[in-house]
Structures are given as C-alpha cells and as structure tokens.
C-alpha cells in the first residue's frame, strides 16, 4: 500500500490534453513536443517580463512558463528568484517588500521593464489572438524548509487572482497548469485549487517515481535525467500512465533534437525504433483504435529560446521529408545497432556512459541537499488536513 492510499481522498485537478504533443501540420504520424517559453523569450528579453512573453508568441511558442512569489501584501508577482539582487539589482527578497515598492522597480536588462503581476498576465492572456496560449505556474516554495502554511498563503492569493479576472471562453483551468515541488504544495493545490491540473517539478526520477499514484498529476522533469537507461525507463513508464512530461530547460539544438527524436521513436514515426540511444522502443496500441501510436514520450519542451526550438523541429521534418534525409536517418539507425553490438567500453561510448551516470549522480547530491534543506517531502511526511 502506498503512502497516498493511505491518506484520506482528497478531490483531485482535472487531465489537461491540451498540454500534451501536437500532431505535426505535415504528417500525422508524427508528435512533435510544444514549445514552451522559460520565463517567457528569455533569450532575447528580461526574463519573466511582458516583453518576454510577447515576444515569445510572437515567434510561434505553444505555451510560457513563469515563476510566482508572493508580495509582503499578498500581491503575488513573477519572479523565478526570492532575491531582487539578480534581476533588479536590489538586496532585498520579494516577500519582504510591498507591491508598492516592487512596482517602482526595473530590470537591469535592458529593455528596462518593471516586475509584472500574476493579475498583468492573466489579463495579457485575455487579449484578442491569445485564446490558444497557454501557461505553466512554476509554483515557489518561498521559504525553506517547506511549509503548509507558505504553501496555502501562496496558493490562496494565486486563487485569489484567477478569480478576479474572467477567463473568457476557455477557463482558467484549461490554459494553466501548475507546476508544483513537493507533496505539501500539491495536497495544498488539490484542496484550494482542486480542478487544476499540474505537474511535479524535479530533476531526481526516484523521488517522481513516488508520485505516480497520485491521479492526473503529470512530471516536469530536468532534461538531464531523462538520458540514459533510467530516463528511457522513467519515460516509458509515464507514457504508459498517460501522464504528460515536460523536459527542463533545452538550450542546445542538439537536446532539442534528441526530445523531437524520443517521439519519432516511440510513435514508430521512423522506419526503425533502433534510432533510439536509450533503448525505447516504438509500440503501437492493440486495442482496435485504428492502429493509435503508442503514448508519446515527451510533450513539452521548455526552453529559453522557442524560435530555435521551432526551427529544429521544421529542420529535422525537412531531413525527415527529404530522400537524403531518409538515407541519413538510417545511417543514425545503423550507427546506433553498431554501437548496442560493441562492447559498452569502447569508442565513443565510453563518454556516453559517463555522462549517463554522472548525471544521476550529481542531480542525486542536489536532490539530498534539499531534502536535508526541507524542500522535498512525501505524502507520507503530510498528514494534517485542516481546512485553510
């Protein structure tokens, strides 16, 4: 018995498909993750500014993510950090500060912006042309170690917000998903805002793995750990939950690639499943749906700059279209059954594998880290259930 059955039923958010991968406009077969903009166009603008998430639509983004605090009044703000020094140049932290004072305030990145307001992008989202747009909340914990009361304050302020500015003709709940860091943010979610759907942000795959009985909840996970056997692993069995996975945060191109790849191969969009580095093999559903792909592997890519990311999408569709890039793609299909045939020691495997360990390792020691710091807890560690 898990520790979640163990616990009283509490009401729980909603599926949200219109988060998951989108059928490309030039072949049906293939899934493609969306773009999701961190922090908005951070590339080319301050990050979680109006600018930033402008300009991220305006390049084709399917989505942004941005990051919440919460004002000494209770006006709850985008910022990825609790310190203004970074952004603003001020050695103060958010929760110690007033809306008011935090309003006179302007990046130091030029364009020079002000911080904006959960309520500013709420509206934003209203706007003639956005009704498509959706938006990951990367929920903070503002103080450590976590607390149920930091994470009801913060929680009831964002309701507080949603609830003052109409969501139009979709709801709220269908265009924002929230991304949340532990059990005690998620039990505080599903009973202030229990029809929101969300996702578990980490970069540790045994602490996400706990999560997996908790209903429609899916998994924001740190590119670095999806690599390897135990990423393929983690994929595979998130796919097979029906639960959306979102890769954090996607720079290089070749990452980019290697996300669009994981659901070439999973779908069986390719000739071969051997293209695959980690071993995740493409299957196809047996339950007369008309011969359904199998369950994607990721939906979303968050990244700092979309317009790249969509320019490898249409760039590997190219390669994909093209005779020469099919004769490419099987030369990739026959280097990868070669390098599965020689021995794990050899070649260029040996930094494949290194990498592939290290990783785990090092995301490991962070995730310790902020478990003994108090950040990260179980359902088995939350028991009270008062009402807020």
């Given at each position: 018995?898990?520790?979640?059955?163990?616990?009283?039923?509490?009401?729980?958010?909603?599926?949200?498909?219109?988060?998951?991968?989108?059928?490309?406009?030039?072949?049906?077969?293939?899934?493609?993750?969306?773009?999701?903009?961190?922090?908005?166009?951070?590339?080319?603008?301050?990050?979680?500014?109006?600018?930033?998430?402008?300009?991220?639509?305006?390049?084709?983004?399917?989505?942004?993510?941005?990051?919440?605090?919460?004002?000494?009044?209770?006006?709850?703000?985008?910022?990825?950090?609790?310190?203004?020094?970074?952004?603003?140049?001020?050695?103060?932290?958010?929760?110690?500060?007033?809306?008011?004072?935090?309003?006179?305030?302007?990046?130091?990145?030029?364009?020079?912006?002000?911080?904006?307001?959960?309520?500013?992008?709420?509206?934003?989202?209203?706007?003639?042309?956005?009704?498509?747009?959706?938006?990951?909340?990367?929920?903070?914990?503002?103080?450590?170690?976590?607390?149920?009361?930091?994470?009801?304050?913060?929680?009831?302020?964002?309701?507080?917000?949603?609830?003052?500015?109409?969501?139009?003709?979709?709801?709220?709940?269908?265009?924002?998903?929230?991304?949340?860091?532990?059990?005690?943010?998620?039990?505080?979610?599903?009973?202030?805002?229990?029809?929101?759907?969300?996702?578990?942000?980490?970069?540790?795959?045994?602490?996400?793995?706990?999560?997996?009985?908790?209903?429609?909840?899916?998994?924001?996970?740190?590119?670095?750990?999806?690599?390897?056997?135990?990423?393929?692993?983690?994929?595979?069995?998130?796919?097979?939950?029906?639960?959306?996975?979102?890769?954090?945060?996607?720079?290089?191109?070749?990452?980019?690639?290697?996300?669009?790849?994981?659901?070439?191969?999973?779908?069986?969009?390719?000739?071969?499943?051997?293209?695959?580095?980690?071993?995740?093999?493409?299957?196809?559903?047996?339950?007369?749906?008309?011969?359904?792909?199998?369950?994607?592997?990721?939906?979303?890519?968050?990244?700092?700059?979309?317009?790249?990311?969509?320019?490898?999408?249409?760039?590997?569709?190219?390669?994909?279209?093209?005779?020469?890039?099919?004769?490419?793609?099987?030369?990739?299909?026959?280097?990868?059954?070669?390098?599965?045939?020689?021995?794990?020691?050899?070649?260029?495997?040996?930094?494949?594998?290194?990498?592939?360990?290290?990783?785990?390792?090092?995301?490991?020691?962070?995730?310790?880290?902020?478990?003994?710091?108090?950040?990260?807890?179980?359902?088995?560690?939350?028991?009270r259930l008062e009402r807020w």
């Amino acid at each position: 018995m898990t520790p979640w059955r163990r616990l009283p039923k509490v009401q729980v958010g909603t599926a949200a498909p219109w988060v998951t991968a989108i059928t490309s406009s030039r072949n049906p077969a293939r899934l493609l993750p969306q773009a999701i903009a961190h922090r908005g166009y951070k590339a080319l603008f301050p990050e979680n500014s109006m600018s930033a998430f402008e300009g991220a639509v305006s390049v084709g983004a399917h989505a942004v993510e941005t990051d919440l605090h919460m004002s000494s009044d209770g006006v709850v703000v985008l910022s990825h950090d609790p310190s203004l020094k970074r952004c603003f140049g001020v050695d103060k932290k958010i929760r110690d500060c007033t809306w008011e004072y935090l309003s006179g305030l302007e990046t130091l990145r030029e364009p020079r912006e002000g911080m904006p307001r959960l309520l500013d992008l709420l509206r934003w989202m209203g706007d003639k042309g956005k009704e498509d747009i959706w938006v990951l909340l990367d929920v903070k914990v503002p103080a450590l170690p976590s607390t149920e009361r930091d994470a009801k304050e913060l929680l009831v302020a964002v309701k507080r917000t949603l609830d003052a500015v109409p969501g139009g003709a979709k709801l709220w709940e269908e265009r924002i998903i929230l991304g949340l860091w532990n059990a005690t943010f998620i039990r505080a979610a599903r009973q202030i805002l229990p029809s929101y759907p969300a996702v578990l942000i980490t970069w540790h795959l045994p602490y996400a793995g706990h999560f997996f009985d908790i209903p429609n909840l899916g998994f924001n996970i740190a590119r670095p750990a999806l690599t390897g056997w135990c990423g393929s692993r983690f994929l595979r069995r998130a796919r097979d939950a029906d639960r959306p996975v979102f890769a954090w945060t996607v720079n290089e191109e070749r990452w980019m690639e290697w996300c669009i790849r994981k659901n070439a191969d999973a779908t069986g969009s390719n000739s071969s499943s051997s293209s695959d580095p980690d071993g995740v093999e493409g299957k196809e559903e047996d339950d007369g749906r008309s011969n359904l792909p199998k369950r994607i592997l990721i939906d979303g890519v968050i990244t700092d700059d979309p317009k790249l990311f969509l320019e490898v999408c249409e760039r590997w569709e190219d390669e994909q279209d093209s005779e020469q890039g099919k004769e490419k793609e099987k030369e990739k299909e026959m280097e990868m059954v070669t390098a599965k045939r020689s021995s794990p020691g050899l070649g260029s495997s040996v930094g494949s594998m290194a990498y592939n360990l290290a990783a785990p390792a090092v995301m490991r020691l962070f995730f310790l880290y902020g478990w003994w710091k108090g950040k990260f807890d179980y359902f088995k560690d939350v028991t009270r259930l008062e009402r807020w």
